[in-house]
């Protein structure tokens, strides 16, 4: 595993984080129209919230170099913050956090092995660590065992199918285009 980040490296990690920077912007205003779909069941809501980690899965598949989805997720989480959103400056920490959790994934298998169960196992723990903070930050005042479970769970999946199984299906698209061609998830086709 080669640790030292490349140029390359460091513009397509700003690249990505920039444009999921717009699209966690715009994702804001998706969850706050839906709010009302969800009164039958509030914390079904979060089926949605896998969104906002796919950065730091996707980056984690393509530069595969410790840092990469923290860094990725923490600053599409402050240009989020900068083009305003409901939640104000503590996306910023709570982005940090997630990226931290999609960053244990590949540095459990020490960023060498780039497969579909560890995109979904770096989602998954994105969504470990939002529920987590969420729990502390969010949904303290709610229900344990009604709300704050079942949001945690729900968190998870979501986490584990958009940004995990999403980030892996997003990359596979991308190796045909010959845009990764740069970086090993270009070159090893047949892993992918």
Do not use: C, H
Not at 11 to 40: C, K, R, S
């Amino acid at each position: 595993m080669k640790s030292r980040w490349r140029t390359m490296d460091i513009v397509i990690a700003a690249v990505i984080a920039v444009a999921f920077g717009v699209v966690f912007w715009a994702w804001d205003t998706v969850w706050v129209a839906t709010e009302n779909l969800f009164l039958f069941y509030p914390p079904a809501q979060t089926v949605l919230y896998g969104m906002w980690f796919l950065p730091a899965v996707l980056s984690g598949l393509i530069i595969r170099k410790p840092g990469a989805a923290f860094f990725t997720e923490t600053v599409a989480a402050i240009i989020s913050a900068l083009l305003g959103n409901k939640w104000g400056a503590m996306v910023i920490f709570q982005g940090a956090a997630q990226g931290l959790g999609a960053e244990l994934a590949f540095a459990l298998f020490r960023y060498r092995v780039f497969t579909l169960p560890v995109g979904l196992l770096s989602g998954a723990l994105a969504g470990v660590v939002a529920a987590v903070f969420d729990w502390f930050v969010w949904t303290y005042a709610y229900e344990l065992w009604s709300y704050r479970v079942p949001y945690a769970l729900i968190t998870v999946v979501s986490a584990t199918v958009l940004a995990g199984a999403g980030g892996w299906l997003l990359v596979r698209a991308l190796v045909p285009t010959g845009v990764l061609d740069r970086f090993e998830a270009g070159r090893q086709r047949a892993l992918i």
